[in-house]
């Protein structure tokens, strides 16, 4: 990839993007875990979650044309025309509904290109509490919008990823879930789902949960059929923790290590990652210096944009300057591939897919030895 695609990329990351055409593509996606208003845009041959609902995207110097007859859709930055953009197609298998009436895309749905990904618990005991919920969250909002279910079972996730395959050719999923208020913090459900899975469909899978209260629950995943797992540390200092996410801060710091580190004994060096979202109030140097203690350990360290979620606390809270960005992501992605740790060679989840972070088109670039400058002022 061109310095100039890479740099742009983390400028819609960052800034959002305005359509003309919300309709084209793979619908965005507004509330829920995970990539929350969002839009899946492919730029030169790289597809990328940018926001496209949220305050920033709003006022974004951004702007998409309604795509084409060739399918591609002409990117403007203060109208002038920059580069041409698609949108992936929205999935076959969103069409279809379980026996009891259940839309599939309720069940489960299409991230960045070839991702399936579901939150199996759409609720979350942190969620409940306003002393406790995590300020960025938003996984209650498509549940009470009534664009999912609560509680995904493991024959309807089957069902569902078998059909994404066959009809859509979905090459990884990921399974996420709110934190029930069990001492496994949804390692149990997870379980159970990926064993359905494989038992379907012969589908890698990502598994994501809080760190359990034993170890034993890694094995007992990966028994199941779960090939790579996500432990979510989001911010990085005690300070940020606390003020961010206060009920997820009680798990400390210390425990999220033991945690990793036994699990990377279990699914292996590499296979082990966490959400770390830039622009919440951790310095570069803090994100830095935990990345590379993460990768010491054999955790990938995927950063993220922090993108402010309508309805949420922290609506408002600015999103991370294309700058900042850009000074950790190329530091980053040198020291992910001098480890030897690439997005590419993760079988599944979110590094894999690597839409909601340009982090994996800045390894093996060298990016850092001179960081490029904004492609647009």
């Known amino acids: ?20 055409d919300p309709s084209a593509g ?14 899946a845009v492919t730029i030169d041959g790289h597809t990328v979650m940018v926001p496209v609902h949220t305050a920033p995207a709003f006022d974004s110097p951004f702007m998409a044309e309604a795509p084409g007859s060739n399918g591609m859709s002409t990117l403007r930055h203060a109208s002038m025309p920059i580069a041409q953009i698609s949108f992936p197609a929205t999935p076959k298998f969103y069409a279809l509904k379980t026996a009891e009436g259940v839309p599939y895309s309720h069940i489960a749905t299409l991230h960045g290109r070839d991702v399936l990904a579901t939150t199996v618990l759409q609720t979350c005991v942190r969620y409940e509490s ?12 498509s549940l009470a919008a009534g664009r999912t279910i609560a509680r995904k079972t493991p024959a309807q996730l089957a069902e569902v ?33 990926a064993r359905a899975i494989k038992a379907a469909v012969p589908l890698p899978i990502q598994a994501q949960c809080e760190p359990p209260d034993d ?30 996410m206060p009920g997820k801060a009680s798990v400390p710091l210390s425990r999220y290590f033991s945690a990793f580190e036994a699990a990377v004994k279990v699914f292996g060096f590499g296979q082990v990652s966490t959400y770390i979202l830039a622009g919440l109030g951790d310095s570069r140097e803090a994100i830095l210096e935990m990345s590379r203690h993460l990768v010491n350990m054999g955790v990938y360290p995927f950063v993220v944009p922090f993108v402010p979620i309508s309805g949420t606390p922290l ?18 992605g040198d020291m992910v591939s001098a ?31 001179s960081l490029p400058s904004p492609v647009l002022a």
């Not at 509330?31 to 208003?37: F, H, K, N, R, T």
């Not at 599944?348 to 972070?357: L, R, W």
């Open 1 to 20: 990839m061109t310095p100039q695609a890479r740099a742009l990329i983390t400028e819609l990351q960052s800034k959002g993007l305005r359509l003309l």
């Open 26 to 39: 793979l619908p965005s996606r507004r509330g829920g875990a995970g990539p929350s208003d969002h839009k």
């Open 130 to 141: 306003r002393k406790k919920t995590c300020q960025f969250c938003s996984i209650g909002q």
């Open 161 to 193: 990823a078998k059909a994404a395959v066959e009809l859509d050719a979905v090459k990884h999923m990921v399974l996420t879930t709110g934190t029930p208020p069990t001492p496994d913090r949804g390692a149990a459900i997870l379980a159970d789902s």
């Open 215 to 244: 170890d034993a629950w890694f094995q007992r995943m990966r028994d199941a059929g779960v090939d790579t797992l996500g432990m979510h540390l989001e911010a990085v200092t005690p300070e940020v923790r606390a003020r961010i």
């Open 315 to 332: 609506e408002g809270h600015p999103a991370p300057d294309p700058a900042f960005m850009r000074s950790v992501l190329a530091p980053l």
């Open 339 to 369: 480890a030897g740790m690439r997005a590419k060679d993760i079988k599944a989840g979110c590094g894999k897919c690597g839409a909601c972070s340009s982090l994996s088109v800045y390894e093996d670039s060298g990016a850092s030895a």
